[in-house]
């Protein structure tokens, strides 16, 4: 019969395991050494060598648990009363984890088809796969049969539950026929199969001396090796933490979520008690009594919820250790998860200042570990999370997603400049060329509605930047933008071929993604291959593409759409971890990661319901009542794993415990672990210390300088820096908003438009004014025939060529075509009964006036729209908005004085030529100022009139005209400012430069009322 140990919390676990082989004497070489993970046994093998009392030693062969089948060469299982290995176990290969996952999904939509719950895509298909891979795990985890899941669901259930045994065939009957068919078994089911065939083995023909450490045997395999190797004459196992101190009492009141239930449990299944666990010998070499007194305390504060009534005499047996068992341990309850993160890096960073001293945060909350990761570099601090990136956000693994969601978004901007702006896109150029070439189309093509599809979209895009009346291209820019596109053309070979909406097969598609992808990744010196498959994401990456490969076949034809889908759903729980520790003294660690490792310091971070412990999730598979039926385990079992954890980490001499109130913007809730060290501290009149940490953090982001509020900024340019020429519509917004002209005007900066913007104001404008110019131009007004034949026919043609030359553009013509027929069926009653007093039509005209100020001229110029000349000799001037119009109110406050400015323009003969070179009007007096608003919808169009019910339009240009000389004359002072939004009341937008003016740094709730 072997022996069953424990080493409790307080002990460095590997320290004592290492310590206590030396010491038995036995040859260690010829011993064997279970651990529960690679990390531990790499741990294991450091203990012995720092212990060892020579330079040289055979050391034991340490394995861990969960590799037993692969390592140990465990081919052969003897049968009862037969020899060891003389019968050979006949297992079929274990599936490929790439292969399980695309085969369970093909059943899953082949089944979804059969019972008329069709499943809608292929990448739900993999998510669904994930879904019943782990229900297959956890009943091969449990060794409960899956089969017996068909009798689950009876009567007391509700419908649904059938519905769902129904869908679950997939793994009871369809799954285990497929694997037949392949010749292949699951791989949890294998691996269970493979332990059982060993524990035969070793009861039959014992391996040697064996020692199982460190593991708590949570799976029901594990738990039944652990069983037979202590049951083995020179099999030793050697438990991690187990209360030897706690009263009977407690011991039987022990439910899943305790961290002593599992060990209760296992010694259950071994057929001990726990009197029959002894103290591993070299335990009681490690003389703590602070660490010591740290483990009595923790076991009260996690005492099941049933004998917590033995808190009231808490004081009588824990009063005289617990200064000491306080000694050492802080709890740090930060307001943020970013204070929370920083505070810990603190404390990391802090370890280092002593030579030799070690520190390790562990956490399940991977956004805290990489926040804390990040954070150390502030001090050129590198530590990898032992976690591990998922593929999908490394450098390669982002790459080819990318890369694929720009292919089958056919090159529309927004994906195009994600995937050629990643740092791995360098087209076979020397580094920031292509990213250069990129910013360029970034900045002068790819703005403002989106484009048609593909790289024939981009150079029609290109052509038309290069021909459009605002912010064109030059020469020089257009032959660069035109060479930018020949590249692409040459990088992206493959991705028209691929285009087509037509499912194809999944390796076609993959292939030519990857070869995409090496083009794209190639640069001046390194071929594409080796620039992308190199670095640990890159070995990652090309593991993962050749899965999907041999693979690729179970997908069969994909639409080029679904592929990125795919392929997200696919690296989804594909993990890239470190290959080596990056940092000889600080580690990152999860909590499986962290079984058996030590420390000098140790932070538990992210203590909060939901993080540390995870919910208790039953799945959306089964329920409880049917978990229970079938024999599986409560899902609090897995809160009792997560409490041993923390027990084992709390009996680590310094301890920080750490947590953020609120995260996400919603307070959290703490720990249960957490509230009762709490209670249980206070009931005995101590606190807990939170240590300088919070403190040191606000002291560390405290600027130098206090802060203040900054002003309304109020730039004041030279004179001769400032403009000596504007337009009447920027009038206005000198008038409402003077920071944008210096920002445009003086400091020469241009708006950028979104990225595939909605049609905006500008295009259908242009559009919209340039059909009504065409009409007016090709059927003008004539004494015998004031409107044409058929005129909403010939309307409508100019609108099809006019929007057919904005194809490059196709949100603009299928947002605004529509529109534009309504606005046609109100333009030509109302252009028909206008045109009576019309006798002729100016459209587009330029003009410019000069108005002398006190050191110079400056040029007033504008394009009006239109301007009729009426029977009387009197003027009218349009503007056609297909926006909302300013109303007469506005205009009497100086706030809109575009057309006002026109009327007393045309009466000084400025208008006197059209865009065509043709005359315009000669100077006379204005009748008419008005808006035509022209938005289609509800209301297509409405003449909205400029002037108020007591002035004329002379009038009102007048006054315009000298409110603009009054103002352009203040502004040639240099002690005007250009402030920013000055009257912000008349502003109902964002400005184009408010950010640069820092708006919403300084406006108050006041400036906007």
Same mark, same amino acid.
């Given at each position: 019969?072997?022996?069953?140990?424990?080493?409790?919390?307080?002990?460095?676990?590997?320290?004592?395991?290492?310590?206590?082989?030396?010491?038995?004497?036995?040859?260690?070489? @010829?011993?064997?050494?279970?651990? &529960?993970?690679?990390?531990?046994?790499?741990?294991?093998?450091?203990?012995?060598?720092?212990?060892?009392?020579?330079?040289?030693?055979?050391?034991?062969?340490?394995?861990?648990?969960?590799?037993?089948?692969?390592?140990?060469?465990?081919?052969?299982?003897?049968?009862?009363?037969?020899?060891?290995?003389?019968?050979?176990?006949?297992?079929?290969?274990?599936?490929?984890?790439?292969?399980?996952?695309?085969?369970?999904?093909?059943?899953? #939509?082949? $089944?979804?088809?059969?019972?008329?719950?069709?499943?809608?895509?292929?990448?739900?298909?993999?998510? %669904?796969?994930?879904?019943?891979?782990?229900?297959?795990?956890?009943?091969?985890?449990?060794?409960?049969?899956?089969?017996?899941?068909?009798?689950?669901?009876?009567?007391?259930?509700?419908? $649904?539950?059938?519905?769902?045994?129904?869908?679950?065939?997939?793994?009871?009957?369809? !799954?285990?026929?497929?694997?037949?068919?392949?010749?292949?078994?699951?791989?949890?089911?294998?691996?269970?199969?493979?332990?059982?065939?060993?524990?035969?083995?070793? #009861?039959?023909?014992?391996?040697?001396?064996?020692?199982?450490?460190?593991?708590?045997?949570?799976?029901?395999?594990?738990?039944?090796?652990?069983?037979?190797?202590?049951?083995?004459?020179?099999?030793?196992?050697?438990?991690?933490?187990?209360?030897?101190?706690?009263?009977?009492?407690? !011991?039987?009141?022990?439910?899943?979520?305790?961290?002593?239930?599992?060990?209760?449990?296992?010694?259950?299944?071994?057929?001990?008690?726990?009197?029959?666990?002894?103290? !591993?010998?070299?335990?009681?070499?490690?003389?703590?009594?602070?660490?010591?007194?740290?483990?009595?305390?923790?076991?009260?504060?996690?005492?099941?919820?049933?004998?917590?009534?033995?808190?009231?005499?808490?004081?009588?047996?824990?009063?005289?250790?617990?200064?000491?068992?306080?000694?050492?341990?802080?709890?740090?309850?930060?307001?943020?998860?970013?204070?929370?993160?920083?505070?810990?890096?603190?404390?990391?960073?802090?370890?280092?200042?002593?030579?030799?001293?070690?520190?390790?945060?562990?956490?399940?909350?991977?956004?805290?570990?990489?926040?804390?990761?990040?954070?150390?570099?502030?001090?050129?601090?590198?530590?990898?999370?032992?976690?591990?990136?998922? %593929?999908?956000?490394?450098?390669?693994?982002?790459?080819?997603?990318?890369?694929?969601?720009?292919?089958?978004?056919?090159?529309?901007?927004?994906?195009?400049?994600?995937?050629?702006?990643?740092?791995?896109?360098?087209?076979?150029?020397?580094?920031?060329?292509?990213?250069?070439?990129?910013?360029?189309?970034?900045? =002068?093509?790819?703005?403002?509605?989106?484009?048609?599809?593909?790289?024939?979209?981009?150079?029609?895009?290109?052509?038309?930047?290069?021909?459009?009346?605002?912010?064109?291209? $030059?020469?020089?820019?257009?032959?660069?933008?035109?060479?930018?596109?020949?590249?692409?053309?040459?990088?992206?070979?493959?991705?028209?071929?691929?285009?087509?909406?037509?499912?194809?097969?999944?390796?076609?598609?993959?292939?030519?993604?990857?070869?995409?992808?090496?083009?794209?990744?190639?640069?001046?010196?390194?071929? /594409?291959?080796?620039?992308? !498959?190199?670095?640990?994401?890159?070995?990652?990456?090309?593991?993962?593409?050749?899965?999907? %490969?041999?693979?690729?076949?179970?997908?069969? @034809?994909?639409?080029?759409?679904?592929?990125?889908?795919?392929?997200?759903?696919?690296?989804?729980?594909?993990?890239?971890?470190?290959? *080596? =520790?990056?940092?000889?003294?600080?580690?990152?660690?999860?909590?499986?990661?962290? #079984?058996?490792?030590?420390?000098?310091?140790?932070? %538990?971070?992210?203590?909060?319901?939901?993080?540390?412990?995870?919910?208790?999730?039953?799945?959306?598979?089964?329920?409880?009542?049917?978990?229970?039926?079938?024999?599986?385990?409560?899902?609090?079992?897995?809160?009792?794993?997560?409490?041993?954890?923390?027990?084992?980490?709390?009996?680590?001499?310094?301890?920080?415990?750490?947590?953020?109130?609120?995260?996400?913007?919603?307070?959290?809730?703490?720990?249960?672990?957490?509230?009762?060290?709490?209670?249980?501290?206070?009931?005995?009149?101590?606190?807990?210390?939170?240590?300088?940490?919070?403190?040191?953090?606000?002291?560390?982001?405290?600027?130098?300088?206090?802060?203040?509020?900054?002003?309304?900024?109020?730039?004041?340019?030279?004179?001769?820096?400032?403009?000596?020429?504007?337009?009447?519509?920027?009038?206005?917004?000198?008038?409402?908003? +003077?920071?944008?002209?210096?920002?445009?005007?003086?400091?020469?900066?241009?708006?950028?438009?979104?990225?595939?913007?909605?049609?905006?104001?500008?295009?259908?404008?242009?559009?919209?004014?340039?059909?009504?110019?065409?009409?007016? *131009?090709?059927? +003008?007004?004539?004494?015998?025939?004031?409107?044409? @034949?058929?005129?909403?026919?010939?309307?409508?043609?100019?609108?099809?060529?006019?929007?057919?030359?904005?194809?490059?553009?196709?949100?603009?013509?299928?947002?605004?075509? &529509?529109?534009?027929?309504?606005?046609?069926?109100?333009?030509?009653?109302?252009?028909?009964?206008?045109?009576? =007093?019309?006798?002729?039509?100016?459209?587009?005209?330029?003009?410019?006036?000069?108005?002398?100020?006190?050191? #110079?001229?400056?040029?007033?110029?504008?394009?009006?729209?239109?301007?009729?000349?009426?029977?009387?000799?009197?003027?009218?001037?349009?503007?056609?908005?297909?926006?909302?119009?300013?109303?007469?109110?506005?205009?009497?406050?100086?706030?809109?004085?575009?057309?006002?400015?026109?009327?007393?323009?045309?009466?000084?003969?400025?208008?006197?030529?059209?865009?065509?070179?043709?005359?315009?009007?000669?100077?006379?007096?204005?009748?008419?100022?008005?808006?035509?608003?022209?938005?289609?919808?509800?209301?297509?169009?409405?003449?909205?009139?400029?002037?108020?019910?007591?002035?004329?339009?002379?009038?009102?240009?007048?006054?315009?005209?000298? $409110?603009?000389?009054?103002?352009?004359?203040?502004?040639?002072?240099?002690?005007?400012?250009?402030?920013?939004? +000055?009257?912000?009341?008349?502003?109902?937008?964002? /400005?184009?430069?408010?950010?640069?003016?820092?708006?919403?740094?300084?406006?108050?709730?006041?400036?906007?009322?």
């Amino acid at each position: 019969m072997g022996q069953v140990f424990t080493i409790p919390p307080h002990v460095p676990f590997l320290r004592a395991l290492a310590r206590g082989l030396l010491e038995r004497g036995d040859q260690l070489a @010829d011993v064997t050494v279970l651990v &529960p993970t690679r990390r531990a046994a790499r741990a294991l093998v450091e203990e012995f060598l720092a212990q060892a009392p020579t330079d040289a030693l055979l050391l034991p062969a340490i394995r861990p648990l969960g590799d037993v089948d692969e390592e140990m060469g465990l081919e052969g299982a003897a049968p009862a009363g037969g020899d060891a290995g003389d019968v050979p176990l006949s297992l079929p290969p274990a599936i490929a984890p790439m292969h399980r996952r695309l085969a369970l999904a093909e059943i899953i #939509r082949a $089944h979804g088809d059969k019972i008329e719950r069709p499943i809608a895509s292929a990448a739900q298909a993999i998510a %669904l796969a994930d879904d019943l891979g782990a229900l297959l795990d956890t009943f091969a985890a449990q060794d409960v049969d899956i089969t017996r899941l068909k009798d689950a669901v009876h009567g007391d259930y509700a419908d $649904h539950w059938t519905e769902t045994l129904r869908f679950l065939e997939v793994i009871t009957d369809s !799954w285990p026929d497929m694997l037949a068919s392949l010749g292949l078994t699951d791989p949890s089911a294998r691996r269970a199969a493979l332990i059982e065939a060993t524990c035969r083995r070793w #009861r039959d023909a014992p391996p040697g001396p064996i020692v199982a450490a460190g593991s708590t045997g949570s799976l029901k395999a594990t738990a039944d090796m652990l069983s037979t190797i202590a049951g083995m004459d020179e099999g030793m196992v050697v438990l991690p933490g187990l209360d030897t101190g706690m009263e009977p009492r407690a !011991w039987d009141a022990l439910e899943p979520a305790h961290p002593q239930f599992g060990l209760r449990l296992l010694l259950s299944r071994m057929g001990l008690e726990r009197d029959d666990v002894a103290l !591993w010998p070299a335990a009681g070499t490690e003389d703590d009594t602070a660490a010591a007194a740290r483990t009595r305390l923790v076991s009260e504060a996690l005492r099941p919820a049933e004998t917590t009534d033995a808190w009231r005499d808490a004081g009588a047996h824990l009063g005289d250790v617990a200064e000491a068992a306080l000694d050492g341990l802080t709890m740090v309850s930060a307001d943020s998860p970013q204070l929370e993160s920083l505070a810990i890096s603190l404390a990391l960073r802090g370890a280092l200042e002593t030579p030799g001293r070690t520190a390790a945060l562990v956490t399940p909350d991977r956004n805290l570990a990489r926040r804390v990761a990040a954070d150390l570099a502030r001090w050129d601090i590198a530590v990898d999370d032992s976690g591990g990136q998922p %593929l999908a956000h490394t450098r390669t693994g982002s790459f080819l997603l990318l890369v694929a969601e720009m292919l089958a978004a056919q090159c529309a901007p927004v994906p195009l400049l994600a995937a050629l702006k990643h740092p791995l896109a360098q087209g076979g150029q020397a580094q920031g060329l292509l990213h250069r070439d990129v910013e360029f189309l970034d900045k =002068r093509v790819l703005r403002g509605p989106r484009p048609a599809p593909g790289l024939a979209g981009l150079a029609d895009a290109i052509t038309a930047a290069a021909t459009r009346p605002h912010n064109k291209l $030059h020469e020089k820019d257009h032959a660069r933008a035109r060479a930018i596109h020949a590249r692409l053309e040459t990088l992206l070979t493959g991705a028209g071929a691929i285009a087509d909406t037509a499912p194809q097969p999944a390796a076609r598609l993959i292939e030519t993604h990857i070869a995409i992808c090496e083009a794209l990744a190639a640069t001046d010196t390194l071929p /594409g291959a080796q620039a992308l !498959w190199s670095g640990t994401s890159g070995e990652a990456g090309a593991q993962f593409i050749a899965d999907l %490969l041999e693979n690729a076949v179970l997908l069969g @034809d994909v639409p080029l759409s679904d592929y990125p889908a795919i392929l997200g759903a696919l690296m989804t729980g594909r993990m890239v971890r470190p290959k *080596r =520790r990056s940092h000889g003294r600080l580690q990152i660690l999860g909590p499986l990661e962290a #079984r058996l490792q030590q420390a000098d310091l140790l932070v %538990l971070g992210g203590l909060n319901e939901g993080v540390w412990p995870q919910r208790a999730e039953t799945g959306a598979w089964i329920n409880r009542p049917m978990r229970a039926q079938l024999g599986l385990e409560a899902p609090e079992r897995l809160i009792g794993l997560a409490a041993h954890d923390v027990a084992q980490g709390l009996g680590t001499r310094e301890v920080i415990l750490t947590r953020a109130e609120r995260a996400d913007g919603q307070p959290t809730v703490p720990s249960r672990w957490w509230l009762r060290l709490e209670n249980l501290v206070s009931g005995l009149g101590k606190t807990i210390d939170s240590g300088p940490w919070l403190a040191l953090v606000r002291a560390y982001d405290r600027p130098v300088v206090e802060a203040r509020q900054i002003e309304r900024p109020t730039p004041r340019p030279p004179v001769d820096k400032r403009p000596t020429r504007l337009s009447v519509t920027r009038i206005n917004e000198l008038f409402r908003d +003077p920071y944008a002209i210096y920002a445009g005007h003086v400091l020469k900066l241009d708006e950028l438009d979104a990225l595939e913007a909605d049609a905006g104001a500008r295009e259908r404008g242009d559009i919209i004014h340039g059909i009504l110019e065409r009409f007016s *131009r090709d059927y +003008p007004v004539t004494l015998d025939t004031p409107m044409p @034949d058929n005129a909403y026919a010939r309307l409508i043609a100019i609108g099809e060529a006019m929007f057919q030359a904005a194809a490059t553009r196709p949100a603009v013509r299928a947002i605004w075509w &529509p529109r534009f027929l309504q606005v046609a069926d109100w333009f030509v009653p109302w252009e028909t009964a206008r045109r009576a =007093r019309i006798l002729t039509t100016f459209v587009e005209l330029k003009g410019e006036l000069s108005l002398p100020l006190l050191t #110079r001229d400056f040029t007033l110029s504008g394009i009006a729209d239109r301007i009729d000349l009426f029977t009387d000799g009197t003027l009218a001037i349009l503007d056609y908005k297909t926006g909302t119009a300013p109303t007469a109110k506005q205009t009497d406050a100086k706030f809109s004085v575009q057309l006002p400015l026109e009327a007393a323009m045309a009466a000084r003969g400025a208008f006197e030529h059209q865009k065509d070179g043709s005359a315009g009007p000669v100077a006379a007096q204005t009748s008419e100022l008005a808006y035509v608003e022209l938005k289609g919808g509800r209301e297509p169009g409405k003449v909205v009139s400029a002037t108020g019910k007591d002035k004329d339009a002379m009038t009102t240009g007048e006054d315009a005209l000298e $409110h603009t000389r009054a103002l352009l004359a203040r502004f040639e002072e240099e002690e005007t400012p250009y402030i920013s939004r +000055p009257r912000p009341q008349f502003l109902s937008y964002d /400005g184009p430069f408010d950010h640069l003016a820092r708006v919403k740094e300084w406006q108050t709730v006041s400036d906007t009322e």
